[in-house]
């Protein structure tokens, strides 16, 4: 076995059994002697190097005792059930037996110095119950101490185990969103190759080919929680061009981007995307009157200005597949649990016009990871 394994070894014996807590009862007691005769080296040498050694020991030995059965007994016994009558009554007897057990300390210790109790500690032989005015509020404030150390203990554990929880709902919730918006693009994309192939097969291949690289990204270039907003950018292009491929020149379609766009800055997948994709699947279709998307996209510093406005109409949808909103309900979701208080979203939805504002705080790349999930807490 090497010396590694041995030390690893002595140290789990060693919190296995709670052996380091025999140095700070010691500590504990010492700093309370050192309080009592003002010098920290005439503590020492009577705590360790003279009789009064005995006496010390009671007091390390049988407080601890009372500590740790009150921690580990009577409170999940009796006050974790409920039952606080009966966890007063045993623990006041708790407290006076191992007072009681102390205030022998102190004829050993006469015994061992080979002196009388009247002599060593200015107290009658007779007179046992004087020693309770040391050792039952010594006592009392030792239990304190414990139940404090351990009450405070098991707050920090619940607390840090609800962090782990709500952590784990909120990435647990984030991926169900995320996922749930995949396949809603997915068939959003497929319905429109499919208009496609029966209008124009060549457009449809170039449709297709376009497709491939939008689920390419979606596969692979957005697995992240935090993607460069260059490549977020450039998704939305790519899905703009497959779109107005579909529409056919009945819509006009404008992009208006600042460039360049820094890769420094990040923001969650497919935020924007939802916006657009909403604009195309809910455009007017008059043949009378002017279909139109508008689409602007600014960033002043890190923050993201971005504008989706469409032309409806009054006409009910023809379209073969109804999504009910699904999209636009779980980007406004997955922007509460990712950009609180980073975001403000403004939506008009009027007889012949939707308009969807989005300003954004974005973070630098490496650093948004660690400061949306303190926002986020």
């Known amino acids: 076995m090497n010396r590694l394994s041995v030390d690893t070894l002595n140290q789990n014996w060693l919190f296995k059994y709670k052996l380091y807590h025999i140095p700070f009862w010691c500590v504990y007691h010492y700093f309370w002697f050192t309080i009592a005769v003002a010098n920290p080296v005439a503590a020492a040498k009577s705590m360790f190097f003279s009789a009064y050694s005995v006496k010390i020991l009671f007091y390390v030995a049988f407080q601890a005792l009372a500590v740790y059965f009150n921690l580990y007994y009577l409170m999940p016994r009796y006050m974790k059930k409920g039952s606080l009558t009966q966890y007063v009554i045993y623990l006041s007897l708790t407290v006076i037996c191992a007072s009681s057990f102390i205030n022998g300390g102190y004829y050993l210790s006469a015994f061992f110095a080979g002196c009388s109790v009247k002599k060593m500690f200015g107290v009658d032989p007779s007179d046992f119950a004087s020693f309770y005015n040391t050792s039952f509020p010594s006592t009392v404030a030792s239990m304190t101490l414990g139940m404090s150390i351990k009450l405070t203990k098991n707050w920090l554990q619940t607390q840090h185990r609800q962090q782990l929880l709500e952590k784990e709902k909120l990435e647990t919730e984030l991926k169900f969103l995320k996922y749930q918006f995949n396949p809603h693009f997915l068939f959003n994309s497929i319905n429109s190759i499919f208009f496609l192939i029966h209008k124009n097969p060549g457009m449809a291949s170039a449709s ?3 497709f491939s690289e939008l689920l390419r990204y979606q596969l692979y270039e957005c697995n992240d929680h935090q993607i460069p907003l ?5 998704y939305l292009e790519n899905f703009i061009e497959l779109e107005k491929l579909r529409q056919n ?10 460039e360049p766009l820094p890769d420094h800055l990040g923001i969650a997948p497919f935020i924007l995307m939802t916006f657009v994709e909403n604009a195309f699947k809910h455009v007017s279709k008059d043949a009378e ?4 998307i508008g689409i602007k996209l600014g960033l002043a510093g890190n923050q993201l200005d971005f504008y989706v406005a469409n032309s409806t109409s009054t006409q009910p949808e023809t379209e073969v597949v109804n999504y009910s909103g699904i999209g636009l309900k779980n980007v406004k979701r997955r922007l509460d649990l990712i950009y609180p208080e980073l975001h403000k979203l403004e939506i008009q939805n009027t007889a012949n016009r939707f308009e969807a504002h989005l300003q954004l705080t974005l973070a630098e790349l490496e650093q948004s990871a660690t400061t949306l999930q303190m926002a986020s807490l």
């Open 230 to 234: 260059g490549k977020e950018v450039t």
């Open 249 to 258: 020149n009945n819509v006009h379609v404008t992009f208006e981007a600042d």
């Open 289 to 292: 009157s002017p279909n139109w």
């Open 208 to 210: 297709l080919a376009k």
